[in-house]
């Protein structure tokens, strides 16, 4: 089955405690990134990469990094979470867009909280 | 930049009637992709239709059409027959070859027995 399995689905952290929230995408797609949902603002994306080794800011990258090294995966890391950093978390993964295949696939989403 | 708008925060509707849910772009291009997701309570998005713009044929899939006018830059949904199951959140997306998305603010639909 296609599938974007994102992990953990709900976490609650401390401010500055560094966490990961991994992503790993089973369709050989090239694209996949990283959105934070907000109340309001829809999906805004943090960092994409559209292949291994090779990454990009999105609109809201600060206070996150992320690494591509395979092509499967794509964690987002947060180094030193703080509050305002409390949102639901999607992965995305997509080809590069053609006549077919075009859509995004999404993971289940991380709720996470920074306390 | 390309942008989206929603300009619906929250729509609802009655059970078996029909509803549209509205989406302005903005994009200088002439080939390009747009899509409609449902996030349902569950939170999963999910995948509800698509349009290509060079197709001048509005897509359709069972209750869930578009009304797609691209001089316009207009993408509305139409979801005809509505159910219970139909309540979630709608976002509008937009794409181009080869570019990441971009998606709307969201339009929350309530479905009302």
């Known amino acids: 089955e296609a599938q974007v399995t994102q992990n953990p689905r709900y976490l609650i952290t401390v401010t500055g405690k560094k966490l990961t929230v991994t992503c790993s995408q089973n369709m050989n797609h090239e694209y996949m990134s990283w959105y934070r949902q907000d109340p309001g603002l829809g999906l805004r994306q943090i960092y994409y990469s559209m292949n291994v080794e090779v990454t990009d800011k999105g609109d809201v990258p600060e206070g996150y990094k992320v690494s591509r090294k395979e092509k499967r995966n794509f964690p987002l890391i947060l180094e030193s979470p703080s509050p305002n950093q409390t949102s639901l978390y999607f992965c995305?993964?997509?080809?590069?867009?053609?006549?077919?295949?075009?859509?995004?696939?999404f993971g289940q989403g991380t709720r996470l909280t920074v306390v | 930049a390309q942008t989206v708008t929603q300009s619906q925060p929250e729509m609802s509707v009655q059970e078996a009637e029909t509803v549209t849910l509205s989406c302005t772009y903005d994009t200088s291009e002439s080939d390009y992709y747009l899509f409609w997701y449902k996030q349902p309570p569950s939170r999963q998005m999910i995948l509800v239709i698509r349009q290509e713009a060079y197709k001048q044929q509005n897509a359709t899939e069972n209750r869930f059409s578009v009304n797609f006018q691209k001089a316009a830059k207009s993408f509305s949904l139409k979801i005809s027959d509505s159910q219970l199951g139909d309540a979630a959140m709608y976002f509008c997306?937009?794409?181009?070859?080869?570019?990441?998305?971009?998606f709307g603010p969201g339009t929350r639909l309530s479905v009302l027995p």
């Open positions: 997306a937009y794409r181009r070859y080869g570019q990441n998305f971009v």
């Open positions: 995305a993964s997509s080809s590069p867009g053609g006549r077919v295949d075009t859509e995004a696939f």
